[in-house]
């Protein structure tokens, strides 16, 4: 059992847009700001899209997008792409406990 | 350009060690934290550890403490996972992750593209 909730997946037409939610607790998410997305693309290594809540590294796409709502993390894709379809899980460090927890992953079918 | 490259990934029996190894390039092992994420057979990721850059300071999950220990190579610039006591739930792709420059920051922001390790008799 993962200790970030998120839905088992997620499918949408291209050009759509979807929010895949990612549910913790008051000493993870919803205590500080060390929430970031991951999108992994089977056979290749996880890539950062949103950190810090709601930051966007260098080089992703600005129809990547992150927020939070009490325990609650989303990731938003707009103008969904065929390329977006992959697994998206977000993850936390702990702060009180130093160490980090993934949510279960979601997966995006375009 | 950030790369990570893992090796050291095997079929190996229960009860039985391994010892994985993460080779940096495009900056140095020292400057950041460093960490192991696997992903068992049609599960999603899971943590395992982090050693932060000043090298004595690691972290485990504790469905390995005890078992794992990570190290830092500053020489080699390379981070290694030394795997004893392994079960067959310890199956999985091992991935080398950096930890992200800057204060306050806490995630992981280049992985590699991973290590198969297959516990079975």
């Known amino acids: 059992q993962s200790a970030l909730a998120q839905p088992a997946s997620v499918s949408a037409s291209p050009g759509q847009s979807i929010t895949i939610s990612c549910t913790g607790t008051?000493?993870?998410?919803?205590?500080?700001?060390?929430v970031a997305w991951y999108q992994h693309h089977p056979g290749k290594g996880p890539r950062v899209v949103v950190s810090?809540?709601?930051k966007r590294p260098s080089g992703v796409s600005d129809r990547f997008s992150g927020s939070r709502s009490g325990n609650t993390a989303s990731l938003t894709i707009s103008g969904l792409q065929a390329e977006d379809e992959a697994d998206y899980y977000c993850?936390?460090?702990?702060?009180?406990?130093?160490?980090?927890?993934f949510g279960g992953g979601t997966k995006v079918t375009v | 350009e950030v790369q990570l490259v893992e090796s050291g990934g095997d079929l190996i029996q229960p009860g039985g060690s391994l010892r994985l190894s993460c080779a940096a390039s495009?900056?140095?092992?020292?400057?950041?934290?460093m960490g192991w994420v696997r992903q068992a057979p049609g599960k999603g990721l899971e943590w395992v550890s982090t050693?932060?850059?000043?090298?004595?300071?690691?972290y485990y999950a504790d469905s390995v403490k005890g078992r794992f220990t990570i190290s830092r190579g500053d020489l080699t610039n390379t981070v290694d996972l030394q795997m004893n006591s392994l079960r067959a739930e310890d199956t999985a792709v091992y991935y080398c992750?950096?930890?992200?420059?800057?204060?306050?920051?806490?995630?992981?922001?280049?992985w590699g593209q991973g290590a198969l390790v297959t516990v079975s008799s």
């Open positions: 992750a950096r930890g992200a420059t800057g204060a306050w920051a806490y995630h992981f922001d280049y």
């Open positions: 495009g900056f140095t092992v020292s400057s950041n934290f």
């Open positions: 050693i932060f850059g000043g090298g004595s300071t690691a």
């Open positions: 008051s000493t993870d998410i919803g205590r500080n700001n060390y």
């Open positions: 810090d809540v709601t």
């Open positions: 993850g936390s460090y702990t702060y009180n406990s130093d160490r980090w927890v």
